[in-house]
């Protein structure tokens, strides 16, 4: 099955810096990487997400990159605010089987 | 957009009961739904993958007899967790997926179980 490696699983940045969040996935079948930010005690939401056919897609101050040969996804986020504080995860999936794997997460804080 | 209804938010049951979670698509069918296990300050764990008119398919050490999955209807699935334990105590999650919608998956609510 899939493996899903996320790093760092925590990281402090200050305000208005950026924060980049990197997984790597062992199945090359996937083709689909989406990232959710999780609240405490909450659904995870999407955030954004990427396909394979794509290396790199942006909303705003978020954006993610795909690098397939080497099976690693990163997550960008700049001009970081408090509100960005919160753990994410990265996840991998194919269409052919649905699921979704979950990286460990990242705890993102953002100091004001 | 997809809304997932999952029910209860919160229960604490004793040792030995039996609880069941449910997960309602709202305005989508889904005929493939998931339920993963969250410890505190950890991922996301995938425990089975839910079909609807057939049998679950459970991720390895996942035990079936212990986390009985039904779905039953294209807009219901259940998970009972049977002769529950402290260690099962755990935030509980769905995720369904709009077969209108190639990628796109919604979570439920979740469900916060406590077994005392």
């Known amino acids: 099955g899939e493996n899903v490696e996320q790093h760092p699983s925590t990281l402090s940045v200050q305000e208005g810096d950026s924060a980049v969040i990197k997984c790597t996935y062992s199945?090359?079948?996937?083709?689909?990487f989406p990232w959710y930010k999780q609240e405490l005690g909450k659904r995870p939401q999407l955030i954004i997400d990427i396909r394979s056919n794509v290396g790199e897609k942006k909303d705003q101050r978020i954006a993610v990159t795909l690098n397939k040969t080497a099976k690693h996804f990163s997550l960008h986020i700049t001009e970081t605010q408090p509100e960005d504080s919160a753990v994410y995860f990265c996840a991998a999936s194919s269409a052919a089987g649905n699921q979704f794997y979950f990286g460990t997460g990242t705890s993102l804080t953002v100091i004001p | 957009g997809a809304v997932v209804s999952q029910h209860p938010s919160r229960v604490i049951c004793k040792s030995g009961t039996s609880v069941k979670i449910e997960c309602r698509s709202l305005d989508f069918q889904a005929t493939t739904m998931f339920w993963y296990r969250q410890f505190p300050k950890q991922s996301l764990m995938l425990m089975a993958t839910s079909n609807e008119g057939s049998k679950a398919t459970y991720e390895q050490g996942v035990e079936k007899d212990k986390f009985l999955i039904n779905h039953a209807s294209l807009t219901l699935s259940t998970l009972t967790v049977t002769s529950a334990h402290p260690e099962d105590s755990s935030f509980y999650i769905c995720?369904?997926?709009?077969?209108?919608?190639?990628?796109?998956?919604?979570f439920g609510s979740g469900t916060r179980l406590t077994v005392v």
């Open positions: 199945d090359s079948a996937s083709n689909y």
């Open positions: 995720s369904a997926r709009d077969i209108r919608q190639s990628y796109g998956y919604t």
